[in-house]
């Protein structure tokens, strides 16, 4: 069977990596969760032993739901008798997308309406509603018009463990203090005898959720000691017993063995008090030393190994001291220099504030917040025996001279274009053959994004090798930047040939700037950083013509030009692309902007089939597809084959006076003219669509611009 868990954004692939860890078959990585592979019994001892989820639904139904009256009768269909028994209490929670129904508390009615008159029936006696507390707590998502109905095995949010009786102003959430913990490396630090600070524990949530990590307790078992998870009539009992029993076994033996190395201060005495509160009742009070301390005053750690958590204040505008942020880094470099840090800080400037150098960086939601969570490790990186630089090889000396040239070339179109992120070298000379991409955030801190082509098969690997390193030290030497903010992306020898080696999966995203337009970029977890800087003058000339316009962006990819079209004035827009990861990041995208609403609409769908049953009328089209695509979830894609048919659907949706952009940068492309020539006029504007910085490479892509055939006529007359 497969089930879904949720979980805060950013903490997917950790979520992920658990499950699998606790013994389900697979688990991958989506937004806002997992989607797994396991039996009811794994599924239940997620509910148990999961520190990260947020919550765990076991499919009952999935059906076709185009309107609430599909909706209704798809939940009536259901034998709700071999779920919900008689007397038993019912809540319904709902997530909806799409147009077909836009109301998620409208649509937990329906659904609640269908359950209660199915039952009512059946028995003759209708279930009570429960918000709150229910008996048995249904799930409905209703996404690309189909529902699917699961049961919440939890009961609720999992991250409520059932110790906290009193919290603080700003209370973290446990599975985020879990995240917090996991990327700190605590479990594997305290099995190699190491301690835990939090000098700003506040109401001790860190410290709890380390305590009962490191004693192997599972971090629900005190919250379903009282009460059962869910009353539905398909939990197996019985394996949830076995599960309780093994989880008090293992707790015992852990609590007891339980070191004293957990400690926790705060300036705030009643903070400390709830600390203790929490504390004793989660049962691990005598575990933590707990002490009324301003930061400033944090004594040397005795033990040398240990991880510092910590989650400096802020509120949900942000504001909190960038000097408390210093004291911060600035005690934790006197009182623990060699010890692992994993401080969620409000932003990343606050986080920069720290004056501690991040090894890693991740993009976490405590709540709504977003918030950046940075690991260093050490607190502070011994100072090096010489200040004099390293001297550069030869090879390096020749890069640093051309990278040096290229960014002088490049100086007054930038400042006069305002571009922020351009490529600085594309393999210029051969012998270093790579591509280095420049991105500058909006608080003006510089990241490289370098992709190694592939070396001829003559060239040995250790010969690549050094000449990557070398390479490596020029850049360093010219941009002057830590290796922390490089992100490589190097060829290793794989099945199949050449390939990209394993990406990260850091979850961090950086902010930057292309004209008006906020746009989130990664550089470390795709191969694509989300940004295709060589597209950056289309852009900017389709923004211009959306004014006023419909904007359809077909392939959307992570939807820079919607962004750019929705900020320069398109009175809708319309994305499409297969990817959910791509969507939510265009999302995010429209949100740096303060886009949304119903006007900018997204639509995950094969983007070829959409097209073809589309109905819709645009103005401007932006149609930038893959080379090829054999997605299990749509029909195989292949540029070359398939691009009439694909350029036929779309002239189709062209308004009176509309323009297609139809872009890709398959080498061998060739486009079928004859073809075309049936339904539109085409013009090859590659040339104008290649910016300086890629000058180099005017292959990088080719671009046409495409309108219907009478529309070329009435052009040529005018």
Not at 120 to 131: C, F, I, L, Y
Request: glycine fraction near 8%; aromatic fraction near 8%; charged fraction near 25%.
């Amino acid at each position: 069977m497969k089930f879904f868990a949720s979980c805060g954004k950013g903490l997917e692939y950790l979520l992920a990596d658990e499950l699998v860890a606790l013994g389900c078959a697979r688990a991958t990585a989506t937004v806002a969760g997992a989607n797994v592979e396991g039996e009811l019994r794994d599924a239940q001892r997620a509910v148990l032993w999961s520190r990260l989820a947020s919550r765990v639904l076991w499919p009952i139904s999935e059906f076709d739901c185009g309107d609430e009256h599909a909706l209704y009768a798809g939940v009536a269909e259901i034998d709700w008798t071999r779920h919900v028994a008689s007397g038993y209490s019912i809540a319904v929670d709902a997530h909806v997308s799409g147009s077909a129904i836009t109301h998620a508390r409208y649509a937990a009615q329906r659904v609640k309406d269908a359950v209660v008159d199915v039952l009512r029936d059946a028995t003759g006696e209708r279930p009570d509603v429960d918000v709150e507390s229910p008996d048995v707590r249904i799930s409905l998502v209703i996404r690309k018009g189909r529902a699917t109905l699961s049961i919440d095995l939890g009961g609720g949010p999992l991250h409520r463990r059932g110790w906290r009786g009193a919290q603080g102003e700003a209370p973290l959430k446990e599975n985020l203090a879990a995240a917090v913990l996991l990327r700190g490396g605590w479990p594997q630090t305290h099995a190699e005898g190491g301690d835990l600070l939090d000098p700003m524990c506040g109401s001790g949530t860190l410290l709890i959720e380390g305590a009962l990590m490191a004693a192997d307790v599972a971090p629900n078992l005190q919250r379903f000691e009282r009460a059962m998870p869910t009353r539905w009539l398909g939990f197996d009992v019985e394996a949830w017993n076995a599960l309780l029993a093994e989880a008090r076994e293992r707790a015992t033996r852990g609590l007891a063995a339980l070191r004293p190395c957990i400690h926790g201060s705060d300036l705030d005495p009643h903070a400390i008090r709830i600390a203790q509160a929490n504390a004793r009742a989660a049962g691990v009070e005598t575990d933590i030393d707990f002490a009324v301390r301003d930061v400033a005053d944090l004594p040397a750690m005795e033990n040398p190994r240990g991880v510092v958590v910590c989650n400096p204040p802020y509120d949900a505008r942000l504001a909190a001291d960038p000097a408390l942020y210093r004291a911060l880094g600035d005690a934790l470099k006197r009182a623990a220099p060699d010890w692992r840090a994993s401080l969620l800080c409000g932003d990343f400037e606050l986080a920069k504030a720290t004056g501690l150098r991040a090894n890693k960086r991740y993009q976490l939601f405590n709540g709504p917040i977003e918030c950046s969570l940075i690991v260093c490790d050490p607190v502070a990186p011994p100072m090096r025996e010489s200040a004099a630089p390293r001297e550069l090889s030869d090879g390096a000396r020749m890069v640093a001279n051309r990278l040096r040239k290229n960014l002088d070339k490049l100086k007054r179109w930038r400042q006069q274009d305002g571009v922020a992120c351009f490529r600085a070298y594309d393999a210029d000379i051969p012998e270093y053959a790579c591509a280095v991409d420049v991105y500058t955030t909006i608080g003006d801190d510089t990241w490289l994004h370098v992709q190694e082509y592939a070396a001829p098969a003559e060239i040995h690997e250790a010969t690549t090798r050094k000449r990557l390193n070398e390479f490596l030290s020029a850049l360093r030497e010219v941009f002057e930047i830590p290796r922390e903010r490089v992100a490589v992306k190097t060829r290793s020898t794989g099945k199949g040939g050449s390939k990209y080696g394993n990406l990260d999966h850091r979850g961090e995203f950086l902010t930057v700037e292309e004209g008006a337009a906020k746009l989130k970029v990664n550089l470390f977890d795709h191969l694509d950083t989300g940004l295709f800087l060589d597209h950056r003058p289309l852009r900017a000339r389709m923004a211009l013509e959306s004014r006023g316009k419909r904007f359809l962006n077909l392939f959307c990819y992570t939807g820079a030009a919607t962004v750019q079209a929705a900020v320069q004035g398109a009175t809708e827009t319309t994305s499409v692309d297969l990817s959910a990861t791509y969507l939510e990041w265009l999302a995010d995208n429209l949100r740096e902007n303060s886009i949304g609403g119903t006007r900018h609409r997204i639509v995950q769908a094969d983007a070829l089939r959409w097209i073809e049953l589309d109905r819709g009328e645009y103005d401007v089209v932006f149609c930038d597809p893959p080379t090829f695509s054999n997605s299990k979830r749509a029909d195989d894609f292949d540029v070359q084959r398939d691009h009439v048919r694909l350029l036929r659907a779309i002239v189709a949706r062209l308004a009176p006076g509309g323009v297609l952009y139809f872009s890709n940068n398959f080498r061998r492309f060739r486009l079928d003219e004859a073809a075309i020539a049936q339904f539109a006029g085409v013009d090859d504007i590659s040339a104008s669509t290649i910016p300086p910085d890629f000058a180099r490479n005017p292959r990088i892509h080719r671009a046409w611009r495409i309108a219907a055939l009478h529309e070329t006529a009435i052009d040529a007359r005018a």
